[in-house]
């Protein structure tokens, strides 16, 4: 583990370089997976830890990189807040995950307001100069948008792939489809669509779809990927998330637990095949 200097400086390694910025290495993680929106407001976050939360009850070792260095939520959603950077060695490990976020640098009441080039240093210090260990996936948890976040791990890490946040009313997935035209330009796999706030099932058993129902679906047909489920509104999400004991861990057998962990197995699937389309085959000696 390691530890960083408070945010608000210069920022690390904030001299001039020549050239290029070099390409991030992470060897000791097997699959890189961004968890993105087209807009804010969608329950990006709260699927990014539920999901990774997800993935280590499948028994994966897995790291969390909330990586919206403009409004990190990570810290309040997994219990974490008031930690002290000058004594504290990142990555923070809190319900079998291994976490970063810029809101471990900053008070919750600061604004980081940087151009493009510091937050590109950044992510980098986050992603290269802390010990992630041997992780099974590292979940990258963007901020809304195509912004400079966003470009900088598309261009220069090793993304197994992206999944794409929406929720079904229009409005929604007209940013997601400027999401995947981003993916795309940078050559990142999109595994697929998620819908969250699909429905609610009331206390009379009735499903009520708030939101519309099926746009995510629809969207992830007429753009040709696979739509990889959807996630119903629990009012026990947002109050765990409040509480900084996410539902996955703190109330697994509810039915929005179980659609976090059917929606892991999917996306681990997906990142396995991605990665073997990745991965350039052997060599054939002639």
Known sequence: MSRLPMAGGAGPSAGPTAGPPPKIQLPGVRHLLAVASGKGGVGKSTVAVNLALA???????VGLLDADI??????????LQGVDPQTTAFPIEKFGLRIMSMGFLVTPEQAVIWRGPMVDRYLRQFLMALDWGQLDVLVLDLPPGTGDAQLTLCQHAPLTGAVIVTTPQEVSLLDARRGLRMFQQVNVPVLGIVENMSYFVGDDGKRYEIFRHGGGSRCAAELGLPFLGEIPIDPQIALQGDLGEPLVHSHPDRPVAQCYRALAGTTYAALEQAAARL???P???L
């Open 283 to 285: 060599a054939v000696e």
């Open 279 to 281: 991965t350039p085959p």
């Open 70 to 79: 403009y409004g990190p939520s990570v810290p309040l959603m997994l219990g």
């Open 55 to 61: 993935f280590s009850q499948q028994g994966k070792k």
